[in-house]
């Protein structure tokens, strides 16, 4: 019996000891990590100042195999333009002192504002760091500018590949505007700076936006859509087209002028060109109308930016060449109006109406009246002379809003003339605008 107390001792106080080593094994390798941890915090932050970063953390809390820091705001120090704001950020240091760490951010926030090459020189110089892994959960960025405002991209993923960014967001709004899984590229080719939106990537895009800096009076920013098909060039807008436009294909630019000085106005233009383009239900109307059709008109933003208006809006067709005004509103009840007219003389539609019912009515028109020595013949008046009869006019009104009492219309007019009956129509063409929050 007393052999067998003695081994029963002799375990406890081996079981004890052992215990007391276990816990000086974990002190030991407890008090290793919090020095690694903050030797590793230290070595972080170096390599933050080394790369010209700003950093301010609003609180930090400090683990044995982690730090995890809260509210942290980080710029650059040569791009004032730049911030980020993540939330939060736990931070890992290898315990062996290798300088590797491992970055875990819940959110990211990136406020951009500025000009787009300084913004693209001062992200492109943003290089991963060797030895350090950096992941991210929720990314968004902010971008404002005095043309467009405020542009939001969420939820977004970026790579490099080929010299350029590669953008793919799940949402981007502008004002009311929203566009859900957007993909595009941004490069720089010589002094530009390239975006470019669609199924292809830089200059192949579909659709391109281009912006060329300032060289000390005004920077220009220009929007071109390569010709393709209507329908799927308003789907990238945001814009919804009926089926009218299937035929339809379109090719244009729209272009502003950003001067330095910002007590200048804003200027801009946009030119358009479609083919195919719907007309309306008139008889022959390929011969009186064409079936090309091209838009030109000045731009002159609102200072807040909630209207455009078009100056000197140009709607040329193979005949008639219209001019008149229109109107583009934005916010929570966008819309977009034009009205637009020109006028031909009977002798100008004689010569280049083709072989059609209207020519061969301006033709016998002509043919009746009395000749009068002049270019046109022309009817004779109440008081015994002669004059030119009046010319032919053509009237474009447009009109499409998303407020449910808006017009949403395109009608036509063709005030009698020359031997022409009066022509007019109404017709409705589907068109919704972008959609709102």
């Not at 391109?208 to 920077?219: D, E, I, K, N, R």
């Not at 010709?227 to 009926?242: S, V």
């Not at 008081?383 to 949403?408: C, I, K, M, Y």
């Amino acid at each position: 019996m007393p052999g067998v107390v003695v081994g029963s001792r002799t375990r406890s106080r081996l079981l004890l000891w052992s215990l007391v080593g276990l816990i000086a094994l974990a002190t030991t390798i407890t008090g290793l990590s919090y020095v690694s941890q903050r030797r590793g915090m230290e070595d972080l932050r170096q390599q933050f100042a080394r790369r010209g970063f700003i950093v301010d953390v609003g609180a930090v809390q400090r683990g044995p195999f982690g730090t995890t820091l809260r509210h942290v705001k980080v710029g650059l120090k040569e791009s004032p333009g730049v911030t980020a704001t993540m939330d939060p950020a736990d931070v890992k240091a290898a315990i062996d002192g290798t300088g590797a760490h491992q970055v875990t951010i819940g959110g990211i926030h990136l406020v951009l504002t500025g000009e787009p090459d300084a913004l693209f020189r001062s992200l492109w110089a943003v290089t991963p760091w060797e030895g350090t892994t950096a992941t991210w959960r929720q990314l968004s960025i902010e971008y404002s500018h005095r043309l467009f405002g405020t542009l939001v991209l969420e939820d977004v993923h970026i790579e490099r590949a080929d010299g350029r960014f590669v953008v793919r967001a799940g949402r981007v709004r502008l004002a009311t505007a929203l566009w859900r899984d957007v993909a595009f590229t941004i490069g720089k080719r010589n002094a530009m700076i390239e975006v470019g939106l669609g199924d292809a990537a830089g200059p192949t895009a579909p659709i391109q936006l281009g912006y060329f800096p300032s060289t000390g009076v005004a920077a220009q920013w220009t929007l071109t859509a390569a010709h393709q098909p209507a329908r799927l060039f308003a789907d990238r807008l945001g814009w919804q087209l009926g089926s009218a436009f299937d035929q339809t294909r379109v090719v244009g630019s729209l272009t502003f002028i950003v001067p330095d000085d910002k007590a200048r106005p804003l200027r801009g233009k946009v030119q358009m060109v479609l083919d195919r383009w719907p007309r309306p239900p008139f008889t022959e109307p390929d011969a009186l109308l064409g079936s090309t059709a091209s838009f030109f008109a000045g731009i002159v933003p609102s200072d807040d930016r909630s209207r455009w208006d078009l100056n000197y809006a140009q709607v040329t067709l193979s005949l008639f060449s219209m001019m008149g005004a229109g109107r583009i509103q934005f916010g929570p009840k966008p819309s977009i109006t034009l009205d637009t007219k020109g006028e031909l003389t009977c002798a100008q539609l004689r010569a280049h109406l083709p072989g059609s019912t209207y020519l061969n009515q301006v033709k016998q028109f002509m043919e009746q009246a009395p000749a009068s020595g002049r270019a046109a013949a022309s009817p004779r008046t109440p008081h015994g002379g002669d004059r030119l009869p009046d010319p032919v006019r053509l009237r474009l009104q447009f009109a499409v809003g998303r407020s449910e009492n808006s017009d949403r219309h395109v009608a036509w007019r063709l005030d009698p003339g020359c031997g022409l009956l009066a022509l007019s129509t109404g017709s409705f063409v589907a068109l919704d605008l972008p959609a709102t929050r």
